[in-house]
């Protein structure tokens, strides 16, 4: 791990670990807001347009919640320890089947050991470079909701246990699943009590299934994917993205990952800042750096 103490100063350091409670809470209602607000304009004008434009909102949404709950995994939201993992959970993780207590867990390995082979997220990249042809394959997945199913029937089979008795699967099972449960019910809830709670499946699960796969896929490919390696400023990319796509692909400038390998302690709202100060000290040239998807597309296909 590459020591900020010698890439920043102690004032610019402090800078950057300034947490801002104001901006989580506000990032948080908006979040919510946004996916009521899909929900309300397929409600009031359904059609095949609003639907679309109201999955595309949602699955963007579940996709930031994931974000967010990173930033709640390193600690990042909140000041307070206790306020940070109980939002990171039930207004983040739960919601779109996730935990971040075992998520912390295994990313902070990740971050000690980016892209060797006691990486447990190393198994994201090894299946690049790859062809055109493969890349499609995945995208098909993603998007037809396969890869989805495949991952939250996973999650459940994990939760339910192996070899144990029937109680202790039982108790198991709860145990992990019961945020997901409880805050999926909320929104079948909210559904039922305007009279639309096929929505649920329609308008929460398609998404999640499917836009919400795509997304994080492009997420991971452009993070640690095709990429040199060999040093914490090309073990991993940061990706300059066009304003008109960060709401689906880039929320909470987690475009900006060199960044935040580099400065864990940074929150999210502070990482453009991150950014600015290492182009100032001309360390560009040594970080990998693709300023467009098509750049990182060219870099995670085979040459030949």
Known sequence: MENYDSILSH???????????????????????????????????????????????IGAKQFQMTVMMHDGAHGLM?????????????????????????????????????????????????????????????AFRDLTGI???????GTLRSAWGKDLTLINHLDRFINKMHGFFITNAIIFIALFS???????????????LTLFSFFYRIRSITEHSGVEGGNDLKN????IVPWYLKYFLAPLNVNFHIEHHLFTFCPWYNLPKAHKMLEKKS??????????????????????
């Open 236 to 239: 991993t990319r940061t990706t």
């Open 11 to 57: 004032d610019e350091i402090a800078q950057l670990k300034k947490k801002n409670s104001w901006i989580t809470t506000g990032t948080l209602l908006s979040i919510w807001l946004q996916v009521s607000l899909a929900f309300i304009i397929f409600i009031i004008f359904p059609s095949p347009m609003t639907f679309i434009v109201s999955a595309l909102i």
């Open 147 to 153: 890869a989805g199913t495949r991952r939250y029937l």
């Open 78 to 138: 909140y000041e307070n320890r206790k306020l940070n993992d109980l939002a990171s959970q039930w207004l983040c993780a739960f919601p779109v089947m996730t935990d971040t207590l075992p998520y912390r867990r295994i990313h902070s390995q990740h971050h000690k050991y980016t892209e060797t082979d006691k990486d447990p997220d190393k198994g994201l990249t090894e299946a690049f470079p790859t062809s055109n042809k493969s890349l499609w394959r995945k």
């Open 283 to 304: 360390y560009f040239p040594k970080m990998e750096i693709a300023y467009s998807y098509q750049e990182v597309y060219k870099k995670i296909l085979y040459t030949n």
């Open 194 to 208: 305007v009279g639309s709670p096929w929505l649920y499946v329609l308008l929460w699960w398609v998404p999640m």
